[in-house]
């Protein structure tokens, strides 16, 4: 297949009075054309920081791209202008954030607001901008769209803000949609209608999708592909059916049996422990300390990515031989 975004060994860090936090510690996943990649995780794994760092959102200071490559269709993002990302934003890339009351501008119309990006990136006249804007309207499921073009951010609701907001994202064509919680502040009625639209939009118009979320729910219903992030890292990678059926990450089985589930009974199984600090993150496997089955060198040495299939790979030396013979060498020495 076709990949539209490749990211490598991509590093992100903020500098802090407190220290260096190293938010983002050698990232690498890959986006097919035309495909949904989740990216799951418990909160301040790095899952937003990497989204952000894609669209060169980062602020700096007190952030910065450290090290790594963002390859959208064979350009590197990571080393373009301000200038250049200007045009890429919103055009090339488009990106749905968590909140969608504040990615709107409460002072001006829900039609200006429409159509100001696409009269920035493409050169129409105003009637066929609200033409356009009409239509986007339409396919996100907004009723009465001429009325409603004119009315303000405070008479929608919170899933038809959503909705305005995946218009305005999606108003210039991207090739490449990040949605960035889009479901959180939503109940889960609206998140079904949600997650229903993106199904929708991806039929229609063939975009490849970025799904940033920690609601496994959200996963299980539109995702092609799982990236499974914990402390900056990225620690398990496989289709829909590996992660849930088949999960080898002793922190991706502790997700899946943290959610609720309509054919068990008893309580859930929360995973103990908190995430490492950051400032200093640990040398080994972050999941170390939290895991039930760690092993001497998890704790010395972080293990390479064992791959189980073509599509599934997964960072546990639980997986590779190789950890005994590298514990008796430690031992011995």
């Avoid at 979320?213 to 992030?229: E, N, P, S």
């Amino acid at each position: 297949m076709e990949k539209i975004l490749e990211v490598k060994d991509l590093h992100v860090t903020f500098t802090t009075y407190g220290g260096t936090v190293q938010a983002v510690r050698g990232v690498d996943f890959h986006l097919n054309k035309g495909e949904t990649l989740a990216i799951v995780g418990e909160s301040g794994c790095g899952k937003s920081v990497t989204s952000n760092a894609i669209m060169r959102l980062i602020p700096s200071p007190p952030g910065k791209i450290t090290a790594g490559k963002i390859l959208f269709k064979g350009k590197d993002l990571a080393k373009e202008s301000e200038k250049k990302m200007r045009q890429v934003r919103g055009v090339d890339i488009s990106m749905i954030f968590q909140d969608p009351m504040t990615a709107l501008n409460p002072t001006l119309t829900i039609g200006t607001q429409l159509i100001e990006g696409l009269k920035q990136h493409r050169k129409i006249t105003d009637s066929e901008a609200k033409k356009r804007a009409l239509e986007m309207m339409d396919l996100v499921g907004i009723p009465n769209p001429a009325e409603r073009m004119k009315q303000y951010p405070h008479q929608f609701s919170g899933g038809m803000r959503q909705r305005i907001v995946i218009a305005i994202a999606l108003i210039c064509e991207p090739e490449l949609l990040i949605a960035d919680e889009p479901t959180t502040a939503l109940d889960v009625t609206i998140q079904a209608q949600i997650l229903e639209l993106f199904e929708k939009i991806q039929d229609v118009t063939g975009v490849s999708i970025i799904l940033i979320t920690h609601d496994l729910g959200v996963v299980a219903k539109i995702a092609d592909r799982i990236a499974v992030m914990y402390a900056g890292k990225i620690i398990e990678t496989g289709t829909k059916r590996e992660i849930f059926y088949e999960p080898q990450h002793p922190y991706t089985k502790g997700l899946l049996n943290s959610v609720p589930r309509l054919d068990t009974k008893g309580r859930l199984k929360p995973i103990d422990g908190t995430p490492p600090d950051l400032f200093s993150p640990p040398e080994g496997c972050p999941f170390t300390a939290r895991c039930p089955f760690a092993m001497e060198v998890c704790n010395k040495v972080y293990p390479k990515s064992s791959n189980l299939s073509d599509s599934h790979s997964v960072d546990c030396w639980l997986q590779d031989e190789r950890a005994k013979q590298l514990l008796a060498t430690m031992v011995t020495n």
